[in-house]
Nanobody
Framework: QVQLVESGGGLVQAGGSLRLSCAAS????????MGWYRQTPGKQRELVAT???????NYADAAKGRFTISRDNAKNTVYLQMNSLKPEDTAVYSC?????????????????WGQGTQVTVSS
């Protein structure tokens, strides 16, 4: 199977920065899109940013100009650099990936989620 493991969350003051990482592990043939989403209690999970395996990016309006998504295809890892953080950025951040596995007999494509990492921005 495939696992996505996030790291880099924590507590930071408003105006500060954090860098999140998400590494995919398992018997992976290829990874297409990878992305970051966030959720706060009582609200639906929302898109933060996505990136294709070719490097094309897409950002939510709240992330534009402050957050940068990147990936290292050799390491099956996606990053989210978050600058100028605001209290309203406080949320659980989860990574997502479209992964194709090779079972030895055929290819299987699935979408996977990490367990999430807490980001708290104090005012």
């Amino acid at each position: 199977q495939v696992q996505l493991v996030e790291s880099g969350g924590g507590l930071v003051q408003a105006g500060g920065s954090l860098r999140l990482s998400c590494a995919a592990s398992g018997i992976i043939f290829s990874i297409n899109a990878m992305g970051w989403y966030r959720q706060t209690p009582g609200k639906q999970r929302e898109l933060v940013a996505t990136i294709t395996n070719g490097g094309s990016t897409n950002y939510a309006d709240a992330a534009k100009g402050r957050f940068t998504i990147s990936r290292d295809n050799a390491k099956n890892t996606v990053y989210l650099q978050m600058n100028s953080l605001k209290p309203e950025d406080t949320a659980v951040y989860s990574c997502n990936a479209d992964v194709t596995r090779y079972t030895g007999a055929y290819y299987v494509a699935n979408n996977y989620w990490g367990q999430g990492t807490q980001v708290t921005v104090s005012s």
